[in-house]
């Protein structure tokens, strides 16, 4: 019989008391509290490593104390807790101040789903609890100069040799890479067949020798991504995910989970709310103004729907369904309002977006205007989101493939 959902409300808060303090009400009110509302992370090496060693700290002591893997198997140090068990942890969690787990966002949302799914035990006995306990960071290494959208056409090469493989290849922005200890690779095992079905997934060890982490600088100012150069890396056969040449099943399993982790926010304002759009609108006397109004209304009735949209698919999966187009549909709503609310920053703020005067809740605005492009791109852009809706939701004829 497991723990009731109210015991283990209750051994949740015990625990959340004894580690940490209750995190302070946020005040929308104008020039209180920190302006920030970029979407990227601008910070500097030495700040990250900082915030990186905070997250694995606390990240360490929810594991040990049961609550890292609530749901996973209890041989990975799992509790074997319906998923529902995990919602009521995360909401208890919000409640108080702890480090963000954002770089731990790729490794648990999505490498680690994929190895559970396809990896051999000796992987998932080396690595899924190290992953949730926060001791190993993970990162995704799909796309290639030359391969995003067209993610089958990836051109770098894993060569058998005995009982390794043996890789050659770039990378190109891969989030998290100058901080992760393994990666997990989609590389092409097999020229001579269809670009989709000569494919194969590894994990790979990101400290092996061969392996060049090249940060790369984004417009907003931070490096929160890397290319990543392949130079004779060897990779053991047993770290291999799936069968030779399954790999375009392996990287699906991953995209969904993307997906379903970007379109998974708040419809766009996260934690900060439309209270601080109001805000903005009245600071500046445009309040009653008929145009703001309507965007701001706008604003909201899209965020509500691109949450709802994501509610939808989250209880499909939970129901036992796969991802289908939900996913596709919540990310573009997602994009959407990100632009919707970049826009009317701009259109309520004016030139003081794009001068640093100092004056508060004014420039900031510019570090989320510059980094919505990057969401609309990253885990699929907007125009391949439409294609998929335009093909499985509205049953329009298909693109002409291509190679
Ligand atoms: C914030 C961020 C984080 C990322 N993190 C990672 C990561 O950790 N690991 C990783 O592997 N990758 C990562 N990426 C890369 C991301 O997956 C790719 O950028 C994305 O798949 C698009 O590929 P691309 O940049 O090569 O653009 P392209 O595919 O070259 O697209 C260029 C343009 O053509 C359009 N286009 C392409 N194909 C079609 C089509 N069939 N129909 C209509 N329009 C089309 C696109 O919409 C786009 O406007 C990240 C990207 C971003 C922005």
Known sequence: MPISEDEFRVEALEFLEANAKLRPEVSTAWGESSDEVGLLTEHTPEEELEDLRAAKEWRARVFDGGFGWISGPAQYGGRELPT????????????????????????????APTILAHATDKVKDAYLRGLYRA????????????????????????????????????????????????????????????????????????HAPGIEVRPLRQMTGGASFNEVFFTDVRV????????????????????MNERASIGGGGGGLGTLGHERLI???????????????????????????????????????????????????????????????????????????????????????????????????????????????????LGLPKEPAVG
């Open 84 to 111: 529902a068990y995990e919602r009521i942890w995360s909401s208890l969690e919000a409640g108080y101040d702890t480090p963000s787990q954002s770089q731990f966002g790729i490794g648990l949302g999505m490498v």
């Open 279 to 393: 805000e903005l609108a009245r600071h500046f006397g445009r309040a009653d103004d008929p145009v703001i109004r309507q965007r701001l209304a706008e604003i909201y009735i899209n965020g509500a729907v691109a949450r709802y949209t994501n509610q939808r698919a989250m209880a499909k999966i939970k129901a036992g369904g796969l991802p289908g187009p939900e996913m596709s549909i919540g990310k573009l709503t997602l994009t959407n309002n990100l632009r919707r609310i970049a826009d009317f920053a701009a259109a309520v703020l004016g030139p003081r977006m794009v001068a640093d005067t100092g004056e508060w809740g004014t420039y900031a605005w510019a570090e989320l205007a510059l980094g919505v492009p990057g969401i609309r791109v990253a885990g699929g852009t907007d125009e391949v989101m439409r294609n998929i809706i335009g093909e499985r939701v």
């Open 236 to 255: 053991p056969d047993d770290h291999r995910l799936g069968d030779v040449n399954q790999g375009w099943t392996v990287a699906l399993t991953t995209l």
């Open 135 to 206: 001791d190993i960071v993970g990162c995704q290494l799909f796309s290639e100069p030359v391969a995003g959208s067209d993610l089958a056409g990836l051109q770098t090469r894993a060569e058998r040799d005995g009982d390794e493989w043996v890789i050659n290849g770039q990378k190109v922005w891969t989030s998290g890479a100058q901080f992760s200890d393994i990666g997990e690779i989609i590389c092409r095992t097999d020229p001579d067949l269809p670009k989709h079905k000569g494919l194969s997934g590894f994990i790979v060890d990101m």
